[in-house]
């Protein structure tokens, strides 16, 4: 669960019932991702003083019957021949496929689909930096391939993203520009980290491929 709430683009949290989990949960999502939570709660009611410094979004309740009638549902029937499903096939994916980052082409591709907008002073420098010099070191790392090949998607995401946020403090001095827009641009800085991942992730699975 805290996992989730950590690597959600977005959040929206509902405090109309003051539940104590719900509460505590928001502060964890307040403390890493304070810009992409969305507070929402019930129009009646006081809100507590340490919540009421902060945007939140009332909504009315519309009680029980939201519009469905007991005689609408029972129009609602199955078939009465036996059917089957089919199975799902294993190799079928849902969501955004898998990205295809086998070659300098298609690495340097998706790196312009995803930040072909930011300006930078010295394009090339940075390209090389971020597509060529921090994979490279990230992949040198055996805790982090690891994690990739043997974890869970959402523990080794985690561990990709600390890793690179760690890697980053490198160029705090040596590539300012680089290091002031990933930690003062949050959208930048989940789109560097998923784009990273990406390319962790297609490592492994050219290294299964090709041993």
């Known amino acids: 669960m805290y996992a989730l709430l950590l690597q959600a683009d977005l959040v929206i949290a509902d405090i109309t019932t003051y539940n104590p989990n719900a509460i505590y949960e928001l502060g964890v999502r307040h403390a890493v991702r304070p810009f992409s939570t969305i507070i929402i709660k019930e129009k009646h009611d006081s809100i507590p003083f340490d919540l009421n410094h902060n945007k939140i979004f009332h909504y009315e309740h519309m009680g029980d019957d939201i519009g469905a009638s007991k005689e609408s549902t029972q129009n609602i029937s199955l078939a009465a021949e ?17 990205p295809e980052l086998d070659t300098l082409e298609n690495i340097l591709s998706a790196f312009n689909q995803r930040f072909g907008d930011i300006e930078w002073s010295d394009k ?17 790392n055996k805790d982090i391939m690891d994690a990739i090949q043997h974890s869970d998607k959402q523990n ?18 040596s590539q300012t520009e680089i290091f002031k827009k990933f930690t003062t641009d949050k959208d930048c800085q989940r789109r560097y980290k998923e784009y990273m991942f990406d390319l962790l992730v297609n490592s492994r699975n050219q290294s299964r491929i090709n041993p």
Do not use: C, N
């Not at 036996?82 to 994916?93: A, N, R, S, Y």
């Not at 090339?124 to 040198?140: G, S």
């Not at 995401?157 to 946020?165: F, G």
């Open 82 to 98: 036996p059917g089957e499903v089919d199975p799902i096939p294993v190799d079928v994916k849902g969501g955004r496929s898998e």
């Open 156 to 173: 080794a995401k985690i561990s990709s993203d600390r890793k690179l946020e760690e890697l980053m403090q490198q160029y705090l001095f």
């Open 124 to 140: 090339d420098k940075v390209r090389q930096i971020l597509t060529k010099q921090l994979p490279d070191e990230m992949k040198a």
